[in-house]
Each structure stands twice: as structure tokens, then as C-alpha cells.
């Protein structure tokens, strides 16, 4: 049986209207940070992360999460108290969940205090919690996939000097997340997100009649598993070319749902992708710069880009 990783969290609400919100960094903001990254069971890259002082544990970087999450094996060894609650919008659709406080979550230099996080299954995740936008905010966030390491800095610039052969792709903001609006398929857009919480690369139904596939999924087995343990059946295929920016992707691996997540973003009627970790380490570096809203592709030689 072919199982597909798809861990991706999209918040819907907060956990009540007297949840602290997190605060801005303490510390070094500044600064640059390089960190040596090691991957979890699904490939996605992974940082040393403190909670309240407590640590390290290995957390996912997820720029597809609207905040940062923690797992239900991690919170009961830390013994954290329990909040009211709150609402994810996972790849079924809105779901109830536990949350706990996190008084300090560092990375490096960096600290987030009074963080309200969901509590996940960890065998959904795969890892002690995840990295989300709440910890990332006006960052960005460099990924080295050739030296398997991870930079947090104010600006792709900085963390990208003197590089050649890179790729500027702008986009738009929703829910904290960047959606790319200059893609296409021949002449059609196409709108995709970078999800580095994500194993595989996911395909919305409207890409799917784009790609000339149309009746029902084809369930072989193929399963998306989303972070509260949900699954839905997924169809694999390829786009034999797709262009975002100046690039040109050629046979780009897919796997077609109808993940709730595209209807969240407002793009479930448009063709569009959640570009996972599958696609993104055909890259040498990828830069996710939240504050100017825009990605940075250093092609190098991977494997899959040809600039245009």
C-alpha cells in the first residue's frame, strides 16, 4: 500500500478570544542563524527547538502551518497544562483539538512566548511539533538542501548573498501563508504554495481536468494522511511541464486530492498545488522571505528546473 504524508495545518481559529497571541522575538532578531537540519521520517527538515527551557526536540519547519504545534508524546512528557481548545483546518476540513501553553519556544537565538499550541497525534506529525508561522513572522527562511542546512535571517537577501542562478517568484499573503500567482500550465494559471510540511506534492481536482483526468480518484491504495491521523485517497500522476516564474518544471511528481486545505485558500475552483518536499529538494536552495512575499529558487543542478 502506497501511504502519502501530507502534513499540513491550517488554523481556522484560535483557541478562545483570551488566548495570549505570541509575542515578537526577544532576541537577535537581527541576526542570522545557520543550523544544521536533520530530516524526520517524511524527508522534511527539522530544527533543534526549546520549550521553556526544556530541550532539545527535533521540530519540523512547516511553512504551510499558521502556527506552531506540538505533539500529544512531547506534551505529556512535559507535563504542560491543557488550554480550552481550538480549531484546525487539516485536509478534511475544520477539526477540534487540545492545546497546551507554551510559555517559551526558542530556535537558536529566537523566542516566541505565550504560544497557544494544538496537540497532535506525534504518529500523524512525525516529529515532537512543528515550526509554524507564528515562530517564523517577518523571517526568512533559508533551505540548503546540498549541505542539509537551515538559515533564519530578516531578508532573502541575506540569506542568499552572492548566489547566481536564483529564481525570484513573488506572491500573495492569505492567512499568513504565500501563495504564488505566477505559475501556469500553457496558458492557464495556476496558483501554488510552498509546503515544506509536506512529503509529497498535492494536486487540487481543478489541476487534475487541467491534466486531462476526469471521473472519479482513481484509490489504489494511495492514501494522503493529514496531521490529526484523517486520510483521504490520492491518485499519483505527473505534469509533464509546469512554470513558476522563469522556471519551467518538467515531469513534476502529483498526487491528486481533494484535501480541504485548497478550499481554505480560496483556489479549490482554480488549478493549484501544494509544492512539497518531494519537488523542493530538486532544488539546491529554496528561500521562503515572508516579509516581501516572495520565494528565491537557487536552481544549481537540480534535477527538475530549467530556467526559461
Do not use: C, W
Not at 521520517?41 to 527535533?58: D, F, K
Not at 512547516?62 to 508524546?73: H, L, N
Not at 475544520?94 to 505565550?114: F, Q, S, W
Not at 530538486?282 to 530556467?307: K, M, N, T
Amino acid at each position: 500500500m502506497r501511504i502519502l504524508l501530507q502534513a499540513l495545518l491550517a488554523l481556522a481559529a484560535t483557541a478562545s478570544p483570551q488566548s495570549p497571541a505570541p509575542q515578537p522575538p526577544t532576541a537577535a532578531v537581527d541576526e542570522s542563524e545557520t543550523f544544521a537540519a536533520m530530516q524526520d521520517s517524511a524527508s522534511r527538515m527539522t530544527l533543534p527547538a526549546h520549550i521553556n527551557g526544556r530541550g532539545p526536540y527535533r521540530f519540523t519547519i512547516d511553512t504551510g502551518a499558521d502556527r506552531s504545534v506540538i505533539s500529544d508524546r512531547l506534551a505529556s512528557e512535559l507535563g504542560l497544562a491543557f488550554g480550552s481548545g481550538a480549531t484546525v483546518y487539516g485536509i478534511v476540513g475544520p477539526e477540534a483539538v487540545a492545546t497546551v501553553a507554551l510559555d517559551k519556544l526558542r530556535i537558536g537565538r529566537r523566542e516566541r512566548r505565550d504560544i497557544s499550541a494544538p496537540v497532535l497525534p506525534q504518529g500523524a506529525l512525525g516529529a515532537s511539533g512543528f515550526i509554524g508561522l507564528d515562530a517564523l513572522a517577518d523571517e526568512s527562511v533559508l533551505f540548503d538542501f546540498k549541505r542539509n542546512r537551515v538559515t533564519i535571517a530578516r531578508s532573502a537577501q541575506e540569506a542568499m548573498v552572492g548566489e547566481a542562478d536564483t529564481i525570484v517568484v513573488m506572491g500573495k499573503s492569505r492567512f499568513g501563508q504565500l501563495i504564488l500567482t505566477d505559475a501556469g500550465i500553457a496558458h492557464t494559471k495556476v496558483y501554488a504554495i510552498i509546503d515544506t510540511g509536506a512529503q509529497n506534492t498535492i494536486g487540487n481536482l481543478a489541476l487534475r481536468r487541467l491534466m486531462g483526468r476526469t471521473g472519479p480518484l482513481e484509490d489504489r491504495g494511495g492514501r494522503i494522511i493529514g496531521v490529526t491521523g484523517a486520510s483521504l485517497p490520492a491518485e499519483a500522476g505527473s505534469v509533464p511541464l509546469i512554470r513558476i516564474g522563469t522556471m519551467r518544471l518538467q515531469n513534476m511528481p502529483v498526487s491528486y486530492a481533494d484535501i480541504a486545505t485548497f478550499r481554505k485558500f480560496g483556489v479549490d475552483q482554480r488549478p493549484a498545488i501544494l509544492i512539497g518536499m518531494d519537488v523542493l529538494r530538486g532544488f539546491e536552495r529554496v528561500v521562503v522571505d515572508f516579509r516581501r512575499r516572495q520565494v528565491r529558487f537557487h536552481v544549481g543542478e537540480g534535477p527538475l528546473a530549467q530556467s526559461s
